[in-house]
């Protein structure tokens, strides 16, 4: 049997979207200062990965500290605003989004989106973040950055992910592997050390040691284990 397209729930009442994006995503408070609400929600997902598409009236949506707690999952997530412009906060850090734009931000921490106007459309991505290769003291640095729609990267994951919500060819393995690139696209473009692995390992091993000088316990295998790496990989890394 043919995959059919994924079909779109549609919602009025504010605790229930509350209820509806938790399932989809992670536990979520909303809240809204307007007396009504509209929202609706279409999802295609893989094993390692999810596109979900979301058109909602103005509203905020809050990961709690406390509903953070334990949670371990290893997923990122990236959202493209296609229609209104919304604000994500997490880290200290703060991004404006504008049609065309995107940001990261993880679930492992708290964060607050912000839709201040209605009729809005965006686009989230669910992916596994060690599909980057990227380490994950540099991710949490990228969160909450603005991404314009000219970095590199953006417009195809933009066009890919459009792609599978409308198409009836559910999420093939090929998808899941090019989402993880063109975000890796994506870093590297934000940060140039994150296209080299090995360079950003250095950097944060210099970094690491510069602040613990002072230290009577530092020694490489202290610092491979700061690093999260082995000795050997480290050795290799300042080969």
Do not use: N
């Amino acid at each position: 049997m043919p995959a059919s397209a994924p079909s779109t729930i549609r919602v009025s009442d504010l605790t229930q979207w509350s209820q509806v994006c938790s399932d989809v995503f992670v536990p979520l408070r909303c809240s809204s200062v307007e007396r009504t609400f509209s929202g609706a929600i279409r999802t295609v997902s893989a094993p390692r990965a999810a596109v979900t598409w979301l058109s909602t009236s103005s509203v905020t949506v809050e990961r709690t500290p406390a509903s953070t707690c334990g949670f371990a999952d290893p997923t990122l997530l990236l959202m493209l605003q296609l229609r209104g412009t919304s604000v994500v906060a997490q880290h200290g850090r703060q991004a404006t989004l504008a049609p065309g734009s995107a940001v990261l931000y993880d679930p492992q921490a708290p964060y607050r989106l912000d839709f201040p106007v209605d009729d809005q459309e965006l686009i989230v991505v669910a992916f596994d973040r060690r599909g980057t290769g990227v380490h994950a003291d540099d991710l949490k640095h990228q969160m909450a950055t603005a991404l314009e729609a000219s970095t590199p990267g953006v417009g195809s994951l933009l066009g890919l992910t459009s792609g599978l919500l409308h198409d009836s060819i559910g999420f093939p393995a090929g998808a899941v592997d090019l989402v993880s690139t063109l975000v890796g696209t994506m870093l590297g473009a934000m940060d140039p050390l994150l296209r080299d692995p090995q360079g950003a390992l250095v950097q944060r091993a210099k970094d690491y040691v510069r602040a613990h000088l002072d230290d009577p316990d530092l020694s490489v295998d202290a610092l491979a284990g700061a690093m999260f790496v082995s000795p050997r990989a480290l050795f290799q890394a300042f080969a």
